[in-house]
T-cell receptor
Framework: KAGVTQTPRYLIKTRGQQVTLSCSPI?????VSWYQQTPGQGLQFLFE???????NKGNFPGRFSGRQFSNSRSEMNVSTLELGDSALYLC???????????????FGQGTRLTVV | GENVEQHPSTLSVQEGDSAVIKCTYS??????FPWYKQELGKGPQLIID?????GEKKDQRIAVTLNKTAKHFSLHITETQPEDSAVYFC??????????FGTGTRLLVSP
């Protein structure tokens, strides 16, 4: 069974540009979450999608957005890039999350974004 | 909001020794506590998890304990091996797949 696939693995962008990252979850998984990992702030939750709906959102500015498609694949977008957006962006997929009861989350290898 | 503290930040042990990593959480609504191992250049890998209705869980050399009253949980690795060297993260969640992570522990196992 294939794991979580994130593309691209590496990206270099210029300040002010926008970027779109892609995540393909494990087959059959319907929940996709996104995290930002930096040396200073650690792993921080961005948002979670289930059945094409955003159910939960972290404390990030509106420049960070996402969506989920009917096949559960997800994309996240960052507009007007800042130097501080340089990070490893991780996607995690879960079988399903029925509200209060979490199910195991499996992470992809991440997309390394560098903003110059 | 939820806050998770993790200690120690670095841990060096000899091969064969045990390693213990401790975490505390603040949100009493948290009911799910996974542990992840992250190797260089890779995403976090789930190694064990525990739910709030369970006090202890074991999987071969790895065990996790949970004390809901004190709001802390710990990871125990016995008979450590060099391949256990990595960064370990604890996390807590009150649902909806939102994980709040600790700051990580760099474990180094020396042969």
């Amino acid at each position: 069974k294939a794991g979580v696939t994130q593309t691209p693995r590496y990206l270099i962008k210029t300040r002010g540009q926008q970027v779109t990252l892609s995540c393909s979850p494990i087959s059959g998984h319907r929940s996709v979450s996104w995290y930002q990992q930096t040396p200073g702030q650690g792993l921080q939750f961005l948002f979670e999608y289930f059945s094409e709906t955003q159910r939960n959102k972290g404390n990030f500015p509106g420049r960070f957005s996402g969506r989920q498609f009917s096949n559960s694949r997800s994309e996240m977008n960052v507009s007007t890039l800042e130097l501080g957006d340089s990070a490893l962006y991780l996607c995690a997929s879960s079988l399903e999350g029925t509200g209060e009861m979490n199910t195991e989350a499996f992470f992809g290898q991440g997309t390394r974004l560098t903003v110059v | 909001g939820e806050n998770v503290e993790q200690h120690p930040s670095t841990l060096s042990v000899q091969e064969g020794d045990s390693a213990v990593i401790k975490c505390t959480y603040s949100d009493s609504a948290s009911n799910y506590f996974p542990w992840y191992k992250q190797e260089l250049g890779k995403g976090p890998q789930l190694i064990i998890d525990i739910r709030s209705n369970v006090g202890e869980k074991k999987d071969q050399r790895i065990a996790v304990t949970l004390n809901k009253t004190a709001k802390h949980f710990s990871l125990h690795i016995t008979e450590t091996q060099p391949e256990d060297s990595a960064v370990y993260f604890c996390a807590a969640s009150a649902g909806f797949q939102k994980l709040v992570f600790g700051t990580g522990t760099r474990l180094l196992v020396s042969p």
